[in-house]
């Protein structure tokens, strides 16, 4: 092993580190990878809450109000112009090119503390189905009636040691395979629980379970949280804006990328759309009231072969999906620490491993790196494991990122990009939805906060709860 040259800090800046290659395709599989997680397993129970109008409603507004704040965001990838303009390589990057620092803190607070909690919210996600996937071969090999609780503590390790072992990947334009992979997954599984949710219904007769005003709650304040909860599951399906310069960046420069862009974001959104209205209503039709927070743990939810496939075709996609949000974690946290400490040796240090079975011959190797994303992996992992509440924690990611990293400041750089007069008519439309968001994500927030209270009344720590 030599020391090499170069220092970790090149090796995150280096060209040679970073092709651009990207097309509408992959930025497509990326976003997907992204959109559909763990979020479709809850759309059932979502709609539930709100009933054969509204939750078909929120869906579809949900996905029109995160298209098109999209589009805004992908102008920002450059600045000042769109197009021809000095690229932002980071989220954060974008808000300091056109708002003041303050909002670039604000911006970074809800960016980072969003990714992080996604990735926790993917680790109690995969923990469910490895669970579930236990619990499926235990009662079909000692019948139903047999005592089959499992812990989630050894599979949810297995899964952050996976995690370990690729977040030593550069970034993301080293893993558009794994992007590859884990959309084909989200297909999979979201076909499956499509199908099995169908099939449920029809050999019950076809009728249509559950109410137009949604399903009954124990008291009225109950209903209110469970309304607000299903809203803030719809507006973490739809998550993806704190990603989506990070996935920019990966574009070839022709044709422009905000075209590119904004292309994959029609793709993706509109083929998530369709699903997320696909399963939450057959879902909804199957199961009625009686809908569960994670639709793969549905009782008589169709062969337990196939809910097992399922359940692996979503871990599969979780592993992938971790990674997108991860990275660019990983990657502020170490230009951080290489800024801080620019004079310290095992921070900016870097050694080159020739390892003659690969087609470049050799790798760059960081210390730093290795030991830092090895504590980000863990630390979420313990976070996990101490608040394992399923629909309670995606309620709160969404409203905690909804509004600021989806609507916000989107809108905010779209207004100082373009310049647009406080007096005209387009402010006070942008600002009116920005608004109403807002709203939005405070009330969800005090419903998630509320739920996740009384979880742990009645909660074990470490204990995976779904």
Known sequence: MDKSAATADDVERGDYEHERTGTVWTATAHIVTAVIGSGVLALAWSVAQLGWVAGPLALAGFACVTYYTSTLLANAYRAPHPVIGARNRTYMDAV???????????????????????????????????????????FHRNGSDAHCDTSGTVPMLAFSVVQVVLSQFPGLEHITWLSVVAAIMSFAYSFIGLGLSVGHWVSY??????????????????????????????????????????????????????????????????????????????????????????????????????????????????????????????????????????????????????????????????????VLRIVIVVATTVVAMMIPFFNAVLGLLGAFSFWPLTVYFPISMHIAQEKINKKGTKWYLLQGLSMVCLMISVAVGIGSVTDIVDSLKGSTPFKIVS
């Open 205 to 370: 007769g076809g009728g249509l379970g559950g109410r137009i005003q949604g399903a009954e709650a124990a008291s009225s304040a109950k209903k209110l949280w469970n309304v607000l909860l299903a809203l803030g599951n719809i507006a973490f399906a739809y998550t993806f804006a704190e990603v989506l310069i990070e996935i920019q960046d990966t574009l070839r420069a022709q044709p422009p990328e905000n075209k590119t862009m904004k292309k994959a974001a029609a793709y993706g959104i509109g083929a998530t759309t369709i699903f997320y209205i696909s399963v939450g209503c057959a879902g909804y039709a199957a199961f009625g009231s009686n809908a569960p927070g994670n639709i793969l743990t549905a009782a008589g939810l169709g062969p337990f072969w196939l809910v097992d496939i399922a359940n692996m075709c979503l871990i599969l996609h979780l592993i992938g999906a971790y990674q997108v949000y991860a990275q660019p974690i990983f990657a502020s946290v170490e230009r951080y620490a290489a800024s801080r400490w620019p004079e310290a040796k095992f921070i900016n240090s870097a050694y080159t491993v020739n390892i003659p079975l690969i087609q470049r011959g050799s790798v760059t190797v960081a210390p730093s790196k290795i």
């Open 96 to 138: 300091r090119s056109y708002l003041s620092p303050r909002e670039v803190f604000m911006c970074g607070i809800a960016q980072y503390v969003n990714l992080w909690g996604t990735m926790v919210g993917y680790t109690i996600t995969a923990t469910i189905s490895m669970v579930a996937i236990r619990q499926s071969d235990c």
